[in-house]
Every structure is written in C-alpha cells, then in structure tokens.
C-alpha cells in the first residue's frame, strides 16, 4: 500500500484493470459487491502505465511467481469461489491493447462493467485470445455493443488518446502493479487488493 499521488482524489474508489491479467478477472468478478461503495472501473494497458511511470516490467507484478504456480493460484481461487472452471487462452498473457481500447470504447457508453467482464470471461473461462477482434467483438455483443461501431471506435485517435491518458494518470496516482485499488489517499495493489479497499473504506483494520 502507498500514498496515492496526484493533485486530486477521486471521491470514489477506482479499479484499475488490465484484460490480460487474471488476477484482475478475479478481483473484477467481486469488487463491487465488496467494497462498501461501487468503484470507477477505469481500464488502463500495464504495459504503458508502467512506460509512463519509467520502471521496468519485471515491477508490474507484486510477486514473482512462475507461470505453472501462477496459473495454480488463478485456478484455486475461482474454484473456491465458485467460478466458472479456467480455461486459459493462448497466448498468454494475451496482448490486450486493442481489448484495453474496445474498453475505453465501452466506458464512454456507460457500459465499461458489463463489456470488461464479459471480455474477462471470454479470456478465462472460454480460453478465447482477446488479441483477436472477433473475440472482442464477442464480449461487446454480449453487453449491447453493435460490433461494428466498437471495431470503428476503437482504432480512433480520440479511443486511442483516452486510454493512453488514463494509464498516465494511473502511473501519476502511483500504479505499479494490478490489479489495483484507489481508496482515499491509498494505492492498493495485488490479489488481495480488493479485500484491503474494503477494509480501508470500511473503517476496518486492513491484514497485513
């Protein structure tokens, strides 16, 4: 946990998300039931927020695992939660810059919950490539999207410009891993970021 930085806080807490990540599949499947207020959903690229924030990729996860632990604690946690069983796409971790983008796309619609759980869903319960436009174009059917004003908006520079602003502003509020939480003045970050928000907003003692 770290000081959020920026000149302003948001009154309301703000998920930070990347499609590529199961971790934040896991978080985003309970975040708005946990947390005593429902969050911004704000999709960034890690990728560039960890570009803008000039650290090196290997910073981007808060433990180094290797990918056959990875997938085990992915596949542990769904299960215990009674999730759908995990079906992973390849590649992975999939390039998710035109998905991140389709995201954008869908939060200008009020639709950015429905779309990027959707597209979590076809990632890691279908095992489909959110690199590839038809997959994404799945997960905006599914939540009203008409596919062809999603493929249109996605490549457009206004798209393209809002989802390289929000990864600034994520690597300035301090994002140096996801999934992340801002709650008040505080970054969380990791698997357990949801739970801590929670706690934080909540006036609990959060677990070390």
């Known amino acids: 946990m770290r000081p959020a930085q920026g000149p302003s806080l948001p009154e309301r807490p703000v998920f930070y998300y990347d499609l ?6 896991l978080a985003a499947e309970r975040i708005n039931a946990e947390l005593p207020q429902v969050p911004v959903w704000q999709p960034v690229h890690l990728p560039t927020v960890l570009g803008a924030a000039e650290v090196g990729a290997s910073t981007g996860r808060s433990e180094e695992v290797g990918a056959s632990e990875r997938r085990a604690a992915v596949e542990h946690v769904a299960a215990e939660r009674g999730l759908l069983p995990v079906r ?3 590649p992975f971790p999939a390039d998710t810059a035109l998905a991140m983008r389709a995201a954008i796309f869908a939060q200008a619609s009020g639709r950015a919950v429905a779309f990027s759980l959707a597209a979590f869903r076809q990632a890691f319960a279908a095992g489909r490539d959110l690199g590839d436009p038809d997959n994404v174009v799945i997960a905006a059917a ?3 999207l008409h596919p062809r004003a999603v493929l249109k908006g996605i490549d457009t520079r206004s798209v393209r410009e809002r989802l390289e602003a929000a990864c600034v502003q994520a690597a300035a509020a301090g994002v140096r891993s996801l999934p992340a939480v801002r709650a008040g003045t505080e970054i969380l970050e990791g698997a357990d970021a949801v ?3 929670a706690a934080l907003l909540s006036g609990l003692p959060a677990s070390a």
Not at 20 to 25: D, F, I, N, V
């Open 20 to 25: 590529a990540s199961p971790e934040c599949w």
């Open 88 to 90: 992973w796409p390849e």
């Open 142 to 144: 599914a939540c009203e």
């Open 195 to 197: 739970e801590r928000a």
